[in-house]
Structures are given as C-alpha cells and as structure tokens.
C-alpha cells in the first residue's frame, strides 16, 4: 500500500527563516511526485512536479527536491504570505494510477 | 478559463437527505476525481472517471455514486446522507497524458446533521 508521511505536522517561522518541509514516501515504482500549496477554504493549488530522484524544481522562495525515498520542500527567506498548508502526494505507475496524499504541513510565517 | 468550478460552495442536509455535487471544468480534460478531506487526514479519492460515460471507485466509495454524463462535467451523488459524510469535498482534473497534474476547484463545505 501507497503511504505518504509529512513532517512536521505543523511549522512555525519567523519571516526571513528558512526551513525545510519533508516528506518520506512508500511507494512501489514512484510514477511522481507532487507538492501542492492550500490556503484555508480554498482548494490545493500545484507547484511541483518531481520524477525522478535528484531532480529539483525552482519557484520564487520554494524549492522541491527528491530522493529514492523522500521530497524536500526548501523555503528560503520565507514571507508572510507563505503562509499555508503544503500537500505531497504520490503517483504509482500503472494506467489511472492515482494520487496518495499525505495530510499535510501547516506553515505558519510571523512577520 | 474558470479551470474547475463546484457547486454549491456550501450546504447543510438532513440525516437522509439527498443531494448532487456537480464539478465543471472548462480545459478538455479526461480524467476527473472526486476526493474528500477531513481533519487530520489527507485527500481521500471517492471515485473517478477516465472519461465520458466512464466511472469507477476510489479509497473510500461507500455511500456514494458518481455520473460522467458530458465530458465537462462530474456529479457526486449522495443518496441518503449521514453525518459521518460531513467534510469538504474537492472535485480535480487532469489530461490523459502528460504532465498529469491535477487541478482542484475550489470545494463544496457540506454538513450533516
């Protein structure tokens, strides 16, 4: 069975702290991974996705990394506005393969 | 483009009650899925469709059907509610191919009481 496991459950920073987001994941053959960003009330909104291990991706403060059993989500000089809950979720292979979720990390940026 | 549109944004029933979520999307996707989200879990799929006239069962089914009529639109049916439906439900899509990312509306907060 797919297992996704994110941590911390929730994280709490200073504006201009740069931290990391992990998530470690099972999977048998990883098909992708994806890293998205919810906001309250709203629904998940995609940033990422990684393939294969090694490959990272870029945008603005965020940076996704991935390795043969985990992602990385590297905030550098984070901001208020970072503030959310980031989702990782995996993708299997096989035809209509679907995505497992992990239940994600609260972020918390104080000004 | 709206991308995935969802309606009703909220709504409350009755233990027993009836009622249809319906999912929209506007960029031709094939795929579309039906998750639901809970406190301290994450996204669980109810079901899915790989296209028009297409359905089939996700993680967590129960209590729960789903038409693909037109390829633009995804209904969630529930037939007779229970409390322990109460969450916020998202419907997604996606191309056929690649990339396969998913794209979510913006979810439908619903209430059983």
């Known amino acids: 069975e797919d297992q996704v496991t994110q941590s911390p459950e929730a994280l709490r920073l200073q504006e201009g702290e740069s931290s990391s987001l992990n998530c470690s994941y099972t999977?048998?053959?990883?098909?992708?991974l994806f890293w998205y960003r919810q906001d309250p009330g709203k629904g998940p909104e995609f940033l990422f996705t990684l393939y294969s291990a090694g490959e990272e991706k870029e945008k603005e403060r965020l940076k996704a990394t991935l390795t043969k059993k985990e992602s990385f989500l590297h905030i550098t000089a984070p901001k208020p506005e970072d503030s959310a809950t980031y989702l990782c979720?995996?993708?299997?292979?096989?035809?209509?393969?679907?995505?497992?979720f992990g239940k994600g990390i609260t972020l918390s940026v104080r000004p | 483009n709206a991308g995935v549109t969802q309606t009703p944004k909220f709504r409350v029933l009755k233990t027993g009650q009836s009622m249809t979520l319906l999912c929209a999307q506007d960029m031709n996707h094939e795929y579309m899925y039906w998750y639901r989200q809970d406190p301290g879990m994450g996204l669980r799929l109810i079901h899915y469709s790989v296209g028009e006239g297409t359905t089939a069962k996700g993680e967590v089914p129960d209590g729960y059907n789903v038409s693909r009529l037109k390829k633009q639109n995804f209904l969630l049916g529930l037939e007779s509610a229970a409390p322990s439906q109460t969450s916020v439900y998202f419907c997604?899509?996606?191309?056929?191919?690649?990339?396969?990312?998913?794209?979510f509306g913006p979810g439908t907060r619903l209430l059983v009481l």
């Open positions: 979720a995996v993708q299997a292979p096989g035809a209509n393969s679907k995505l497992t």
């Open positions: 999977v048998s053959g990883l098909r992708g």
């Open positions: 997604a899509s996606r191309l056929a191919g690649a990339p396969e990312t998913q794209y």
